[in-house]
């Protein structure tokens, strides 16, 4: 199985601290992968995005046109991204920062809040590990384990003390995404 996927948004999200953790979880499980980001110069407050590819198989090329998953975390990118979603793939979105929502009827999008669950968790640092829950929940692409390594390989170990909490807020963005009907 094969899974591409795009992650979008502003620097300071996350992004590329998401895309680099499920790259790592699927070496982990074992997977051929490709993690290949873009970004400006800004870096933070600057558009941001990550192509990962996980699959079972050797991966051709890790220049994709269209992607089966788009997590788009601000409207610049689900403004870019909407139209590159495969027919029948996924689309996730936060809503906050988004003033017209998806359209697209021939793919399933959801909405995971993560800007408000990681206010209400205290923890605004937890944002993008509750929006890879969500992708997680619909696309269990790698094992909890493996993220928790992915998490060790990716983090300074200086911070190896915030892996736990990193772990609830997936968990959280499990129960947290909902799907919405575009019509």
């Not at 699927?26 to 970004?39: H, L, N, R």
Request: proline share 5%.
């Amino acid at each position: 199985m094969t899974h591409e996927i795009i992650i979008a948004g502003f620097g300071g999200q996350g992004v590329l601290s998401m895309g680099k953790i499920l790259a790592y979880s699927g070496i982990m499980d074992g997977k051929e992968v490709t993690w290949m980001p873009a970004y400006g110069p800004e870096q933070r407050g600057g558009t941001a995005n990550v192509t990962v590819i996980l699959s079972d198989e050797r991966i051709s090329s890790p220049v994709l046109n269209a992607y089966d998953v788009a997590i788009v975390l601000n409207q610049p990118s689900l403004d870019k991204f909407e139209s590159k979603v495969k027919p029948g793939g996924i689309l996730i979105y936060d809503s906050y920062g988004i003033t017209t929502p998806p359209t697209r009827t021939d793919i399933e999008c959801y909405c995971i809040n993560a800007t408000e669950i990681s206010n209400e968790m205290n923890n605004s640092k937890a944002f993008n590990m509750i929006v890879m829950g969500g992708l997680l929940k619909l696309r269990p692409m790698v094992t909890m384990d493996s993220v928790v390594m992915g998490l060790k390989k990716s983090l300074p170990e200086r911070h190896h003390k915030l892996i736990p909490a990193n772990e609830a807020a997936i968990k959280v963005g499990m129960e947290r995404i909902e799907k919405v009907e575009v019509k």
